[in-house]
């Protein structure tokens, strides 16, 4: 995918060598490695295809999705793609602070759709791990969204503990 930030031992990179690939029209016999298909699409996937390794295969997730859904498979997926329809659409902060912290996912876990310079902060402490930037937008300008908000006060998926209990007596 094009306009990617990924976040590799801390740190942020603008990439265009990501090899996710989204798929458009879902055809179970041609799926290749690589490829990241609806939670519905995965779900007719692994019935028709029982033997097939699920584990190269990302899973995006709609707002109004439940994240308990991917509880049994969540050891093995790479990849789990949340969906940003609007800025103002807040329901994947949630589903990613679940798929952290509930279901213990340690894969990564991609925004996309409206993401941009602004929200990456926030997502990043949500537990997301890579961004999709918008396709108008620079993801090397983006990055900067990731370096001005290091700390926060309240606890996060990444800081655990909030600010407040670090305090020097």
Same mark, same amino acid.
């Given at each position: 995918?094009?306009?990617?930030?990924?976040?590799?031992?801390?740190?942020?990179?603008? +990439?265009?060598? %990501?090899?996710?690939?989204?798929?458009?029209?879902?055809?179970?016999?041609?799926? #290749? #490695?690589?490829?990241?298909? $609806?939670?519905?699409?995965?779900?007719?996937?692994?019935?028709?295809?029982?033997?097939?390794?699920?584990? @190269?295969?990302?899973? $995006?997730?709609?707002?109004?999705?439940?994240?308990?859904?991917?509880?049994?498979?969540?050891?093995?997926?790479?990849?789990?793609?949340?969906?940003?329809?609007?800025?103002?659409?807040?329901?994947?902060? +949630?589903?990613?602070?679940?798929?952290?912290?509930?279901?213990? *996912? @340690?894969?990564?876990?991609?925004?996309?759709?409206?993401?941009?310079?602004?929200?990456?902060?926030?997502?990043?402490?949500?537990?997301?791990?890579?961004?999709?930037?918008? @396709?108008?937008?620079?993801?090397? %300008?983006?990055? @900067?969204?990731?370096?001005?908000?290091?700390?926060?006060?309240?606890?996060?998926?990444?800081?655990?503990?909030?600010? *407040?209990?670090?305090?020097?007596?």
């Amino acid at each position: 995918m094009e306009n990617t930030i990924v976040i590799v031992d801390g740190v942020a990179t603008a +990439t265009n060598d %990501d090899p996710w690939n989204s798929v458009s029209l879902y055809n179970s016999s041609n799926l #290749a #490695a690589y490829e990241i298909i $609806s939670f519905v699409n995965w779900q007719e996937h692994l019935d028709s295809q029982p033997s097939q390794d699920p584990s @190269k295969l990302g899973v $995006s997730l709609q707002p109004d999705d439940d994240p308990a859904v991917l509880a049994p498979w969540i050891s093995t997926l790479p990849l789990i793609v949340l969906e940003f329809p609007s800025f103002r659409d807040g329901r994947a902060y +949630t589903q990613a602070a679940l798929l952290r912290t509930r279901y213990g *996912f @340690k894969g990564d876990l991609r925004a996309v759709g409206d993401v941009l310079r602004d929200q990456l902060a926030a997502m990043r402490h949500c537990g997301f791990s890579s961004f999709n930037v918008r @396709k108008d937008k620079s993801a090397a %300008d983006a990055l @900067k969204g990731l370096t001005g908000f290091d700390m926060i006060y309240a606890r996060s998926v990444t800081n655990p503990e909030p600010l *407040f209990r670090n305090r020097i007596l």
